[in-house]
């Protein structure tokens, strides 16, 4: 069974920079497309960036600019660094395999909560 777990959340003010780690088990990362996801209290969970398996990258439009998905297979980890932040970027963000746009587990890690103050 796959596992994610979640780091580097925490508060910020606006315009601040944050670099999430979602650390899987096994080859997974090099393997699969690993997308992080977020959930805002009362919405729902929105898939905001991918790294597929050849390198490739997609960004969901509100994201595109500010936020950059990265990997080190080395340390099958995957990386989302977070610039220019915003407050509609405060969530809990958590990382998944992808499969198209949707999680390919319906288990998730702990989450990291991200708040941006205004």
């Known amino acids: 069974q796959v596992q994610f777990v979640e780091s580097g959340g925490g508060l910020v003010q606006a315009g601040g920079s944050l670099r999430l780690s979602c650390a899987a088990s096994?080859?997974?990362?090099?393997?699969?497309?690993i997308g992080w996801f977020r959930q805002a209290p009362e919405k729902q969970r929105e898939l905001v960036a991918t790294?597929?398996?050849?390198?490739?990258?997609v960004y969901t439009d509100s994201v595109k600019g500010r936020f950059t998905i990265s990997r080190v297979n080395a340390k099958s980890t995957v990386y989302l660094q977070m610039n220019s932040l915003k407050p509609e970027d405060t969530a809990v963000y958590y990382c998944?395999?992808?499969?198209?746009?949707?999680?390919?587990?319906?288990?998730w890690g702990p989450g990291t909560q991200v708040t941006v103050s205004s």
């Open positions: 998944n395999q992808v499969i198209g746009s949707r999680p390919a587990y319906d288990y």
């Open positions: 096994g080859s997974t990362v090099s393997i699969y497309s």
């Open positions: 790294i597929r398996n050849t390198g490739s990258t």
